[in-house]
């Protein structure tokens, strides 16, 4: 099963040295769930973006680009169960600056 880790911001710009220190932890976190194959990718988001709530609406302010609201990136996880893809998101390194939403991806096949 597929589940994307949404990263969400706590509100609160993390200082230089929260973000090196939480990125050193990161990068092997990846690497050790790339090698067991249920890190399938992530990224971080642009501070910014576009909500379409209708066609030809487009809203670029809003309160969804607040910091307290912001996505700030994801990460997608394959596993064989929900409370693998829980398990490996409750030890992300991301959760020392961030909440994560754990969804699992419906199977269209």
Known sequence: MESILLV???????SPEEMQQMLGNYVPWMQKHSANGN???GSPFQPNGVR???S??????GDFLKLENLITGYIHLKTTTFDEALQIADDCPL???????VRPVLDMK
């Open 95 to 101: 959760l020392q600056c961030n909440e994560i939403e």
């Open 56 to 61: 030809g609406s487009h809203e670029t302010d």
């Open 39 to 41: 890190y399938l990718g």
């Open 52 to 54: 379409i709530k209708n």
């Open 8 to 14: 969400k911001s706590k509100g609160k710009q993390p």
